[in-house]
């Protein structure tokens, strides 16, 4: 059965819909850094997201064919990730989607060198004839967070958010977002086939102690 990092790794991908108190480890991924609202219709997020499944598929089906990555075992490729800013704002102002910083992350397992997402990078172009230079391997320490799952529409998360700071300042931390610490989101589910009032995403700060 392959290796599934939702089920692997609860405390990061299963919250329960109350805040809690998290560290996250030291994490590998794939990226593409873009800016504007993610809901534009043929705009560069949803660009953005078919480079890096193209990339993440690439490496996931590397089995098949003559690559071989040291270490390598069978996973269901993890679920699509956000890191989200606007300039000169403390958080997120959900009513200015298109002032939206943003660097789009699937998760690489840690058998994933740098020398093998590069081998991924030139294998995905030349088949399918693509550029896929705007992914790149990003590592990413997050550390101490509140985080909890949102279950609803993405407009609706602000309520979500107020009680992940409720609950943070409660138990002794600030937030502590700043130029290299994000509001952090996690895509659990597809929603292209999801109704809004059904989509779960773990919605994640971070924190200090105060």
């Excluded at 030291?26 to 993610?38: I, T, W």
Aim: charged residues 30%; glycine residues 8%; contains cysteine.
């Amino acid at each position: 059965m392959a290796f599934d990092y939702k089920k692997e790794y609860k405390e990061f991908y299963l919250p329960k819909a109350v805040p809690s108190i998290v560290t996250v480890p030291k994490m590998n991924f794939l990226a593409v850094r873009g800016s504007g609202d993610p809901n534009e219709e043929g705009g560069t997020y949803k660009e953005a997201i078919g480079l890096l499944y193209g990339i993440a598929f690439t490496i996931k089906m590397s089995k098949k064919g003559d690559h071989r990555i040291d270490g390598y075992f069978d996973y269901v490729v993890p679920p699509l990730e956000g890191f989200w800013w606007q300039t000169g704002v403390f958080g997120i102002d959900y009513a200015h989607k298109e002032d939206f910083q943003w660097i789009s992350v699937i998760r690489l397992p840690d058998f994933v060198a740098r020398d093998n997402f590069e081998w991924a990078i030139a294998e995905a172009t030349a088949r399918k004839k693509q550029d896929f230079s705007k992914v790149e391997y990003l590592t990413y320490d997050e550390g101490l967070c509140v985080q909890c799952m949102h279950i609803g529409a993405y407009d609706d998360e602000p309520a979500a958010v107020e009680k992940m700071h409720q609950y943070m300042m409660e138990q002794g931390y600030v937030l502590d977002i700043t130029g290299e610490r994000y509001h952090h989101e996690i895509y659990l589910s597809d929603a292209r086939r999801v109704v809004p009032e059904k989509l779960r995403t773990v919605i994640r700060h971070p924190i200090r102690r105060a």
